[in-house]
């Protein structure tokens, strides 16, 4: 639903949930997740690097795996749950919409 949206439609709805409560709150942490998604991603190529340049333990390889599996976790996750609220949010509006039409009539 909100994939269909234009993009004029989409940026007016995104500001309509952020003027609510609970998309004040969310939106707060789902920009966070991304933070912590992108440090993760900058985090392994520092660390694939270091590996190579300085002869690390072989240890590093796990902490390379870990970081790169949450930082793509935390980019996918945050994505899907930003789509579901949006989707939510625009599905609660269109049905009280809809409802006021039905109504005034």
């Given amino acids: 639903m ?12 995104r500001f309509e949930y ?5 998309g ?5 942490r789902l920009n966070r997740l991304v933070l912590e998604g992108l440090f993760c991603l900058v985090t392994f190529v520092v660390t694939i690097c270091a590996i190579f340049i300085l002869d690390l333990a072989s240890w590093y390889w796990a902490f390379v795996g870990l970081t790169l599996f949450c ?4 980019l996918v996750g945050q994505y899907k749950i ?5 989707n939510k949010f625009y599905t609660a ?3 009280n919409t809809k409802k006021k ?4 009539k």
């Fill in 2 to 13: 909100y994939q269909d949206l234009t993009d004029e439609e989409k940026k007016s709805l």
């Fill in 18 to 22: 952020i003027k609510t409560q609970k």
């Fill in 24 to 28: 004040y709150e969310m939106i707060a």
């Fill in 71 to 74: 930082g793509i976790l935390f």
């Fill in 82 to 86: 930003r789509m579901r609220e949006y």
């Fill in 93 to 95: 509006k269109y049905k």
């Fill in 101 to 104: 039409l039905t109504k005034d």
